[in-house]
């Protein structure tokens, strides 16, 4: 009898237990750049979209490395731009009659800022993105170096592993900032009394 009720108890406990997941080889497992930089704690390989699951060569891969670090060094500069400006502090003097502390951050900036200003800021863009980028044989030793031979601030004299770091540090910085300014714009279309930065 005690038999027979302990069977039926383990039977019922069995009906509430998950089924163990077959494993199973995915992309993210089999992708060749599962140890890339950037692959590392606490995240280590994420790609939810499976983005790598269609880079076949370490062509496309650098290209998509270049443009993360790209918008990554451009985020934090956007962060410490809206910063900057929300702590109160501006170029002196104006810009065809409109004062530089008149110019709000974020999106809103676009409104007010004159022709001029806008169109002298996507020439320096377009200069940088085209004109001194990464001009081959320059001797650029990773994706998203651009000293040219030229710039060098000591890192020549860097070990490999303090290299290494350096430019995880830059990568993982970048992707922070691409979410915190992305919260900050989408919290300033809201129109609400965020981003909470503007509250503090």
Known sequence: M?????????????????VAP????????????????????????WDPLRVLSHVDNDEKFNFFREAEITHGRVAMLAMLGQLTVRAGFHFSGDFEGVAYADIPPGLAAFDVMPFGLKADIFATMAFLQCGVRNIEGTGNEFPGDYRNGWIDFGWDN???????????????????????????????QLHTSMPIIGQL
């Open 22 to 45: 077959a494993k199973s080889s995915t992309a993210l497992e089999a992708s060749k750049y599962a140890q890339e930089l950037g692959a590392q704690v606490p995240l280590g390989y």
């Open 2 to 18: 005690k038999l027979a009720i302990l069977s039926a108890l383990v039977s019922c406990a069995a009906a509430f237990t998950g």
């Open 158 to 188: 860097f070990s490999d592993a303090e290299k290494l770091k350096k430019r995880a540090i830059e990568l993982n910085n970048g992707r922070a900032a691409m979410m915190g300014i992305t919260g900050l714009v989408v919290h300033e």
